[in-house]
């Protein structure tokens, strides 16, 4: 039988226990952003040297006279734009920006903005994907919610702890199944890994359906070695200039990227090509503007992200919204 003290020093080392434990949790995933901070900038200081120094080029290959102009060394076909696209994709920002039924906007990245999106025409949808301290990948833009005036991290909270507007993401597959074009920015590897799982037990047409975003070619590489159906997307967080976006588009055809997205006002006529060239699919993130939305259309772009679902959804079916 345990005497009071006992049960007291018991008690005292089950907290520290989870008091370290929490630590050690903290750290590692301190350690993980570090490295892919390192990672990083390790990736533009390579760009920058491709820009400046081009590898020569490949016998049977295009080569580059710079700035996406190119010249052919032997005639080839035209790589087309992959098995990702039948036709033009759009995407709801965070699911789009809707007032709410007592005013105000609906909560971003929640079911409600959601279906509100699918039903205005929507088949493609964005959000920002985080991974809870008991493995569920939930939907959410801040990488923090708030507990009063204090901000907690995802990763630290258990998914039921989470404020009730923030999604899981088989809250969503429950929802809408595999028919949606579901495009997700996961910042860190483990995000994407438990995407892909989700989307799986889901089924269907959900894993073929699933975009997954990053900057990072480690993240892209090991998505891919756990799926071949996932779309994978180099997603630019800036404007880059011109040479560094050249070199960047080649780096990421050559690692098997499928689709090339990219801040819209970095796109050209001449870009598009070279991404088409490369047999990659062109995405523009932040088109919020009808006019340049139709621009885009007509410069070849594939795709775009926006906030405002009338561009969302004219992009897809015809002309822009203006």
Not at 191 to 197: F, S, T
């Amino acid at each position: 039988m345990l005497t009071g003290s006992s049960s007291e020093g018991i008690g005292f080392l089950g907290t520290r226990f989870v008091t370290v434990h929490d630590r050690l949790r903290t750290w590692k995933v301190a350690v993980r952003a570090l490295r892919d901070l390192a990672e990083g900038v390790l990736e533009v200081v390579t760009l920058a040297s491709d820009s400046v120094f081009p590898a020569p080029p490949v016998a049977g290959r295009e080569k580059s006279a710079g700035l996406y102009s190119r010249e052919k060394e032997t005639a080839q076909p035209e790589s087309e734009p992959s098995r990702v696209l039948q036709g033009p994709i759009s995407f709801a920002h965070r699911g789009g920006r809707h007032e709410g039924p007592h005013g105000g906007e609906l909560p971003e990245n929640s079911l409600e903005a959601f279906q509100t999106a699918v039903d205005g025409g929507a088949r493609g949808i964005e959000a920002d994907a985080w991974v809870t301290v008991d493995g569920v990948c939930v939907l959410n833009h801040d990488p923090f919610v708030w507990d009063g005036p204090v901000p907690r991290p995802i990763w630290e909270l258990a998914a039921s702890k989470l404020p009730p507007h923030v999604p899981t993401l088989e809250d969503f597959y429950e929802r809408f199944g595999g028919e949606v074009e579901l495009s997700l920015d996961c910042r860190s590897r483990e995000v994407g890994i438990r995407a892909i799982e989700t989307a799986e037990a889901a089924g269907g047409k959900a894993p073929s359906r699933l975009w997954l975003c990053s900057f990072l070619y480690s993240h892209l590489r090991d998505w891919r070695k756990r799926s071949e159906e996932v779309i994978l997307v180099d997603s630019s967080p800036v404007w880059w200039p011109p040479r560094l976006v050249e070199a960047r588009a080649r780096r990421s055809a050559a690692r098997g990227v499928d689709a090339f997205n990219l801040y819209h006002a970095g796109w050209t006529p001449a870009l598009v090509d070279l991404v088409h060239e490369l047999g990659m699919v062109a995405l523009a993130w932040g088109v919020n503007d009808g006019h340049k939305a139709e621009g885009f259309k007509s410069m070849g772009v594939d795709g775009i992200y926006s906030d405002r679902l009338e561009i969302v959804v004219s992009f897809r079916e015809g002309h822009a919204a203006a």
